[in-house]
């Protein structure tokens, strides 16, 4: 065990009192945080009642996309119809795609192709 040389060492813990006001004033400046927070999102939005949800404004006109939803249900569909099915990716070169789950099977069964290491 080292001595201290110099004999001087803290001989009484940190004051708890210090220690509560600190916390205290901590959790007082979050309070206060959180609601100038509620405030200015208040003011901002011009209502009393909170934030106003928001409204989607249309991009001028000429509109590209007009039924966003449709366009996204379109393609979502017609991924999971290239994920689930056979197909052909190049005819003239015999390169065909088959579905993601048999894709996995065969992952499986065979392992993933080796990496070579560069020494």
Do not use: C
């Not at 405030?39 to 996309?65: K, T």
């Not at 249900?73 to 088959?98: C, F, K, S």
Request: proline share 8%; hydrophobic share 45%.
């Amino acid at each position: 065990m080292t001595q201290n040389p110099s004999g001087r060492y803290e001989k009484s813990d940190a004051p708890l009192n210090i220690i509560l006001v600190g916390l205290a004033g901590l959790a007082a400046l979050m309070i206060f945080t959180a609601v100038a927070a509620r405030v200015a999102l208040r003011l901002i939005s011009g209502s009393s009642r909170g934030p106003a949800p928001a409204v989607a404004a249309l991009p001028p006109s000429p509109r590209l996309q007009t039924d966003g939803m449709a366009d996204i249900r379109a393609l979502r569909e017609q991924e999971t119809e290239t994920l689930e099915n056979y197909g052909w990716v190049d005819r003239a070169h015999g390169v065909v795609r088959i579905p993601i789950e048999r894709a996995m099977e065969l992952t499986a069964e065979r392992g993933l192709p080796a990496q070579r290491t560069q020494k």
